[in-house]
């Protein structure tokens, strides 16, 4: 008995020893969650210890774009784990962080920073906005080309185009048109790519590869509209050359 009480006394200088010792903030070990549902109630969880106590640690929380974070404190879950519940936002993504001190005023402990933080795509909300390929503009038929209906010597017609044979088309109007056909071609795979690009940036579950996907999205996005832009411009330049001139 008397050993005991000498081995409780001794854990409770040690631990006293420490907490007077402690100028660190607590630590925090913290897994973001994969992903939510808007509107749905959402858990985060993380791991505080200190030798001086955890005082109050305190989750941070926004929808995307919102100019001021809201405030939940995390409550003890057993252990030294915390937890706070939220309902997720109707956003594209919840932005968040989680701050603790001790209670000796060491801190703050930040998994997460207001400037940069977790961030968690919300199924449900608004989807990336990915840019669809335009349709292009119908080409109106151009009109038949003008001849010279004139009478031989043998007293038959002759139909002859106004400015040359008809038929005698030179290969320019049909480069046009080539070109025109592999900048469609160029709008139809810049189009597939940013799609895909789009499905990796809302399947991300860092910021990192969430800034990657996100760059290849929109570049891909804006490469597909240019192409179906110039597509459409080429090919109509084609169609007038290939049916207007003999070039």
Avoid: C
Wanted: charged share 15%.
């Amino acid at each position: 008995m008397l050993r005991a009480t000498f081995a409780l006394v001794v854990v409770l200088v040690a631990r006293n020893v420490l907490a007077a010792a402690d100028d660190t903030p607590p630590r925090i070990q913290h897994t973001p969650p994969t992903s939510a549902q808007a509107g749905q109630p959402l858990s985060i969880e993380a791991t505080v210890e200190d030798e001086s106590g955890v005082f109050e640690p305190m989750l941070y929380h926004r929808a995307k774009g919102a100019p001021t974070y809201s405030a939940t404190q995390l409550v003890p879950a057993g252990g030294k784990k915390y937890v706070a519940a939220i309902v997720t936002p109707a956003s594209p993504e919840l932005e968040y962080f989680i701050e603790a001190f001790d209670n000796k005023g060491n801190g703050p402990s930040r998994p997460g920073m207001p400037e940069q933080p977790h961030r968690i795509r919300i199924g449900g909300g608004s989807a990336p906005i990915v840019a669809s390929a335009p349709e292009e503009a119908p080409v109106e038929s151009a009109p038949p080309p003008a001849v010279d209906i004139v009478s031989d010597a043998s007293g038959g017609l002759t139909m002859t185009e106004v400015g040359g044979p008809m038929g005698a088309r030179g290969p320019w109007s049909y480069v046009t048109l080539g070109v025109g056909a592999a900048a469609a071609l160029a709008g139809v795979y810049f189009g597939i790519s940013a799609r895909s690009a789009a499905g990796d940036w809302a399947a991300a579950t860092d910021q990192a590869a969430y800034k990657d996907a996100e760059s290849r999205a929109q570049s891909a996005a804006t490469l597909a509209t240019v192409s179906w832009i110039a597509s459409g411009a080429v090919t109509a330049g084609g169609a007038a050359m290939f049916f207007l001139t003999r070039f």
